[in-house]
């Protein structure tokens, strides 16, 4: 078996092969286009077929690999992903010194000759769509608080003595309150009321786009995880946040392993033969902060997980571990719908 290991990067891919043992046995740097690619996969013909003679690992940063993952699928290669924390530990363990594409690329292949069990690398689904959407209006979202800001303080300018109300600026009524507001001042013809004006002409057109990519989300995920949605404390953007960072509940063997993703499962520690567990702060951020405004909300309007919350400080449990507790919980309860709407799809595409 020959291992192909790949440090991507914008504009060239460099890929070392090594054997068995984890000797580099050949070297290649090839730039980013199918046309490379394909002249690649010539390249690595001497290293066997793909059905045991070689597997390709590449560094698990997919915007920069994505293309490269897609080509080497379609012709029907192996490939696993390699997390960059674990080519980092291998180039430092190394007896070479410095940083180059070489070193890493062959600490990426020298990483998936240690490691079993790496997940494969698959063509994006549903999952990445929904993503991209949700990552979409996070930034729209920041566009207009940045123009909000703008637009306050322009307004101190023109009348320190008027102020739109907190939190007013994302709708419809309240631009026509401030166009109305800028019409009627003595300064309204200033070059600070026109920036004004063009301020909320700006924040019309982004909030009108927020709107319809939230429709569109909310389209989504009622289609794709239906369970997740009936799931309390759980709304269309909660559920399109774990969906799509999720990326494939089938890539996780069990409940525990998608835990440790989301960094709801605790750390063991031993500590003079006993065994203790803190917090982790590992795993994905973004899901576990998505688990938390769930328990957060089951903790107020849940009887279940109040009487779980009451049964763990009677214990003797403080409020923040107790809902570390619950947060543990829900990670599997989110697991569990989100393979339910896998096998619903999944039968639907097969009927």
Known sequence: MVILGVDAHKHTHTVVAVDDNG?????????????????????????GDDTGGRRWAIEDCRHLSRRLERDLLAAG????????????????????????????????????????????????????????LVDHREDLLAERTRIIGRLRWHLHELDPTWAPA???????SAYDAVEAHLDALPEGGTLVARLARSL?????????????????????????VPTLLAIVGVGPLTAAKILGETAGVDRFASKDSYARYTGTAPLPVWSSNRARHR???????????????MALTQMRVHPPAKAMIERRRAGGDGGMEALRVLKRRLSDVAYQALRADLNTRAALTAA
């Not at 000797?23 to 290293?47: C, I, K, P």
């Not at 062959?106 to 063509?123: K, N, Q």
Request: proline share 4%; net charge positive.
């Open 23 to 47: 000797r580099q046995v050949a070297s290649r740097t090839v730039g980013t286009s199918t046309s490379e690619h394909l002249g690649l996969l010539r390249w690595a013909t001497q290293f």
């Open 77 to 132: 290669e192996q490939i696993v992903r390699v997390t960059p924390k674990l080519m980092a530990h291998m180039r430092d363990s190394a007896r070479t010194y410095g940083k180059s594409d070489p070193i890493d690329a062959l600490a990426v292949a020298r990483a998936a000759l240690r490691e079993p069990g790496l997940p494969t690398a698959r063509l994006d689904g549903p999952e990445r769509e929904v993503r991209l």
């Open 166 to 172: 907190a939190r007013a600026l994302d709708r419809a």
């Open 200 to 224: 909320v002409q700006h924040l019309r057109t982004l909030t009108v786009e927020i709107d319809q990519v939230h429709t569109e989300i909310e389209a989504r995920v009622h289609q794709l």
């Open 279 to 293: 917090l982790s702060r590992t795993g994905n951020r973004q899901l576990n902060a998505a688990l938390h405004r």
